[in-house]
């Protein structure tokens, strides 16, 4: 990057502020401040009816109590089932990258054109494909009954797992892409000489390739883990009663329900246990680039 | 690039001659484990590309009753009148048009920010680097109902602007970072050349710069189109009265799914498959050249 710090002295020193500027505000305007306005209404009381809400703010910390009290079987089923497919996701997806890297020769930009179709067709559309695939007496249900995985009267549809599998599916590209980007950068010359060192390969994947794909990882499982822990469709298209998460609370008490302040503080709530998920695992991982 | 060539196969798992002689019995599990490697990365492909094949097949369905998910009978009846459905023709059109606003607008500001990331220095730089990832964090709930709030707050009624606006504001990061990977290794000493001939910084940046990042650009274009058609939670929340595609999807869930969601879903895959097929051809062609 030498090349650019030189190139870069030619320019006027405000222009890079300048051609931030419009997208930075754009951001701050509906990311930064709808963020601040979810924290006031967390802490409101609506005085008005149901139909005609009236939100006033008085720091009504009792909201987080109430959202942590009467929903935390639903929050900790978000983070399970989101772990958990994270986790299946991971597994399926760095075979498929590495693959894909290394070993694809000319049919690279095709397998890497067969990953992101899926996101040509419609999230729910998917979904309810799933729902057609799952089904009691569909082909998934069938073939796993006679390989005895699951009992003769066994479903999947309507069951956590059903809701886990859609998880997994819809999310799995977003896990492929980056630890494909970052298997693909890394300079074949470093794979040679661990070679030329007499590693075996197996040595030389664990002590060359592994780690310094690790950034690649890192990003996929946090573009998977969190649009995981908060996505209610597939718990709700896939799922049952028994299924809900705490996407489907929020998304009933803020658009059903109209009960505000009790969405607002589980939104929070939500990005808040995120938040130090996050930390902690980069802390973890000891990587800070995340693209 | 050119490491390629430093490799014979590029094959990890497996033997490299020329590098060094692994033992025999090491060889025959490099082949298995190539073997392996490869059956899992097309059996997941395979199970990216089955729900996919669902959709197409179940567009030729003649469904008993109003919901098309169990299979009956093959029939052309949907096919033949794809657009029986006004409202879903209307809400397909709303989403083509949401796109198409929204990518525009996200593909400038986004593109800006990329351009001044990677080609220049400044104060503050990694922070800004850091404000484009964070909306990435957040789960898609939260981005819909932190808006909402907004616009509650500020009055406004929800519908076609609301969703553009919650539209752009998740593009944007995927854009900037989109241009920003294509644009990384590139030459950039073209534009040093550019200036030394005399050309003005304006005239280089449309010039050379512009011609350089394009591919990116469209990348990032195709990528924010796809995302905001396929957008449901966010705009779920900010919507209004306004239908898109995936609106109309999941309100026809509980009234009935006719045959003719799965046809405009194929239709808009098999143009997908064709701009891939064009792009790539066309990047093929070029590196002939």
Redesign the interface.
Known sequence: MA??????R??S?I???L??L???A??FI??V???F??L??SLSVNTGSVFLPK?EFQWQWSNYHSAFNDYSSQITRSFVYAGIATLISLA??Y??A???A??AGRAK???L??????????????T??????L?D?GAVVHFLTTIHLIPGEGRILSTSWGVINGLV?NF??FMVLPIY?SLEKI???L??AA??L?S???R??LKV?LPLSLPGVFAGT??TF??A?????NAE?LGSTQTTV??TV??KQ??VVKD?PT??AL??V??AI?LVM?LTYSRVLGTED?? | MTMAGAIPEADFFGETPALSEPPKEKKQRGRIGDWVLRLVAWWVLFYLFVPLVVIVVFSFNAPVGKFNLTWHHFSLEAWSDPFKYPQLTDALKTSLQVAAISTVIAVVLGTFVAIALVRTRFRGQEGVNLFLVIPLTAPEVVLGSSLLTLFLGLHWSTGLTTIIIAHVMFQISFVALTVKARVRGFDWTLEDASMDLGANPTRTFFKVTLPLIVPGIIAAAMLSFALSLDDFIITYFNSGSTVTYPLYVNSAVKAGLPPQIDVLATMILIASIALLAIGTLYRRRRAEV
Do not use: H, Q
């Open positions: 090349g650019s710090a030189a190139s870069g030619k320019r020193k222009a890079p502020y051609m931030c419009p997208a930075l754009y951001l509906f990311f401040i709808p963020l306005t979810l006031k209404t939100l399926l997806a075979p498929l590495y693959y894909i290394f070993k930009n095709f397998m054109g067969l990953v992101i179709l899926p996101f040509f067709v419609t999230f729910l559309v998917r309810l494909a799933w729902k057609t695939l089904s007496d599916y799995l590209p980007v300079d074949l010359r794979i040679e070679r030329d007499y075996s390969s197996r030389a994947f390739v946090l573009l969190i649009p822990s908060g996505d209610f469709i298209y705490i996407g929020i998304e803020f658009l505000y969405a607002a939104s929070f939500l990005m995120i996050v995340l693209v």
